[in-house]
């Protein structure tokens, strides 16, 4: 918001730096066109040179030379001599009009030089003590016939045009702060309403010279929310689901899981039978730990599974993980080596210690899961001591020496984003459950993980948690 309004006020502040720029080239283009127009230019240095080109010959009559006609033709104009003393005219150039007086009087001068013979503008000029008048066409040039000024008037011009200057400077001030106030006053609701559109439901009056905009914003948000709506009711349609299957499947995998076991210890049975019953049992398992990781994962997403924060002793968590995990290996195929940097001591953090011990339960069975035959497993913890009263850093390691992965799998591991996924035909699980599990808690305690693989040349995961 403050970048488009910055934005608006440098609009307008540069359009009020222009004028000044405008003024002062438009005076300058004033200036080039009317040079040839300043005093000593046009039509009254053509008439004092037509005086200069005319002579008396011998036969006492008045002569215009060459230069004198050329000059004539140039300005289109005629011309005439009057008589110093009695006013008549006693040279005339050739086509003078014929409503043009041959006599003047002393007044008749005064008025025609200053202004018109016969709407002809004119100019003036002398030889000796005789007037030499030029008649141009009537649209040459316009007069002002009373150039008389009040000498206070050209005395205080400097403070006249300063005057000018400064109120016309508030006007454009006044402007700018009218313009101003009134675009900011119809942009403002308008970019507040985009920027809040991603986050809630807006509505921006329809007024002003953006109305059509904040039209179209309204518009975008009701579009959202309608989308917004369709996807929770979607989303709480699947979490429903989830948790409904879940449930229902507990109680048949139940009965799965105990009469495979029977089977399995009856030793009335062949081998081959009581080893049918084993996969059954295995498979069963496996099952219930899916559908029980499924349901979590709902849960965590959508935020329905409560993060219960407490103090928590890192180092004891990770041992009962690792103690846990240890008692299901019976055949010794996963041992676990359990490693803390030397003088850790308790490692204090927050947490909910199921959910942490959930996380590390899931990374060694993912490992044990993708080893079949059998691979070592390690764990590590170390702690780095936070800088400028920041807080300190819980970095758990784990990692085992089996397959491994490839990197087209760990960037397939890295950039799915959902446990779900859509594969155009449909909605379909995709692998790495336990790992999303895994960065879900982590997540909840503000944590980050990382996949890569392991020093031993098989998988690692680290996981780094904010300590006290």
Known sequence: M???????????????????????????????????????????????????????????????SAAGQQILADYDAWGILVEDGTG?????SAGLPVEI?????????????RGYIADYPTTVGAREDDLVVLGHPKTAYWKLLWNTFDYGIIAGLPRMLLSFLLLNGALVFLIYMILGTGILRSVKPVVQGMEALPEQDVHVREKG????????????NEKLRAQERALRKRENARADWISGVSHDIRTPLTMVLGYAAKLEEDGALPEEARSKARVIRLQSVKIKNLVGN?????????????????????TAVLRQAAADFANENLEGRYPIDFRCQEGIGACRMRGDRELLQRAVYNVLSNSRQHNPEGCSLFMELAAETGKEGKAGKARIRLFDDGVGVSE???????????????????????????????????????????????PEGGFLVEIVLDML
């Open 294 to 314: 499924l349901n979590l994962a709902s849960k965590l997403e959508y935020q329905m599974q409560p993060v219960r924060m407490e103090e928590l002793n890192l």
């Open 209 to 220: 010279f953006l109305s059509g905009v904040a039209g179209a914003v309204n518009q975008v």
């Open 101 to 113: 007086p041959l006599h003047y009087s002393a007044a008749e001068i005064s008025w025609y030089t």
């Open 408 to 454: 087209e799998q760990l960037e397939t591991l890295r950039s799915t984003p959902h446990y779900m996924m859509d594969s155009g035909t449909g909605v379909q699980l995709r692998h790495g459950l336990g790992l999303l599990i895994v960065r879900q808690i982590v997540k909840a305690h503000g944590g980050q993980v990382r996949l890569d693989c392991g």
């Open 88 to 92: 008549d005219v006693i040279w005339h």
């Open 2 to 64: 403050k970048g488009t309004i910055r934005l608006i006020r440098r609009f307008l502040l540069l359009t009020v730096c222009v004028v000044p720029v405008l003024f002062f080239l438009n005076l300058a283009m004033f200036i080039a066109y009317t040079w040839r127009e300043r005093s000593d230019n046009g039509g009254w240095q053509a008439a004092i040179k037509v005086g200069e080109e005319l002579s008396l010959g011998s036969d006492g009559q008045y002569h215009l």
